[in-house]
């Protein structure tokens, strides 16, 4: 698809230091929010617990359940509508819900609930799906590192690894701050941003070497390209 019916000519590195400055503070934010909230939004995937899916025969709002909930004990629990007619909802919670299905049944005794899904995570088991994530990430930084050390040149690397590094931050920054639930599904998020984000640094480092290579390459005014104005000129013409 087609933006630009001509090669744009935007001064990035111009507004490098407000660029700076700003993701500084999105990482600075999200690291914070990591070290100090992480632990709490860590999902039954990760620090066990279990899962149920309720069908209820009449509609419902989720608020009603959520203050159902509340009132047998489970505050603290992840509540999610599955589906678009509001009869069907997920409750996550750390602890076994046995007990508290029934509670649930006999708050709505007028509303018939069926058990669609009951399913215990244990916290071995969570241990080791994080485990899992985390090296996952990590080789697949250690693997774009030494692809991007091989096809462009060492400091490039160290460009792409911290772009990879920053795009990821601040997206779980961004999820833990927006106070929503991290489990595995996040992980497989991360990792397609994470591709997504090596694909565009790649496309972009690619067209800085090959302008690298052009003798005699100027700017906008006639003069010698500097090195910001091989990065704005390669930014521009992958636009």
């Known amino acids: 698809m087609e933006l630009f019916k001509k090669v744009p ?6 507004n490098k230091w407000y660029a700076i400055i700003f993701t500084t503070a999105l990482l600075v934010i999200s690291v914070m929010a990591l070290v100090l909230k992480g632990r709490e939004h860590l999902g039954i995937d990760f620090v066990g617990g279990s899962e ?34 509001g009869r069907q909802f997920s409750i996550k919670d750390k602890k076994a819900l046995n007990e508290e299905i029934e509670k649930i049944k006999s708050s709505f005794s007028d509303n018939k ?24 990430f990590i080789w697949g930084l250690f693997v774009i590192f030494v692809y ?25 920054g961004a999820y833990i701050v927006a106070g929503h639930e991290f489990n595995g599904h996040i992980i497989a998020s991360i990792l397609t941003i994470v591709g997504y984000s090596v694909n565009d640094t790649v496309i972009i480092f690619d067209r800085i070497r090959e302008n690298l290579g052009k003798i005699g390459l100027k ?12 990065i704005d000129i390669s930014t521009n013409e992958t636009l």
Do not use: C
């Not at 060492?154 to 920053?166: D, Q």
């Not at 700017?219 to 091989?230: L, M, P, Q, R, V």
């Open 52 to 85: 149920i899916i309720l069908q209820f025969a009449k509609y419902i709002k989720i608020n009603e359940l959520r203050s159902v909930s509340q009132g047998i004990g489970l505050g603290s629990a992840t509540i999610q509508q599955y589906d678009q007619e």
């Open 113 to 136: 609930i069926t058990l669609l899904s009951n399913q215990v995570v244990g916290p071995l088991i969570g241990k080791q799906i994080a485990s899992s994530g985390i090296k996952a």
């Open 219 to 230: 700017d906008e005014n006639g003069n010698k390209a500097t090195f910001s104005d091989i």
């Open 148 to 172: 991007v050390s091989i096809r462009f040149e060492w400091p490039f690397a160290f460009g792409a690894i911290f772009a990879l590094f920053h795009d990821a931050v601040i997206v779980l």
């Open 9 to 14: 000519n935007y001064k990035f590195m111009k």
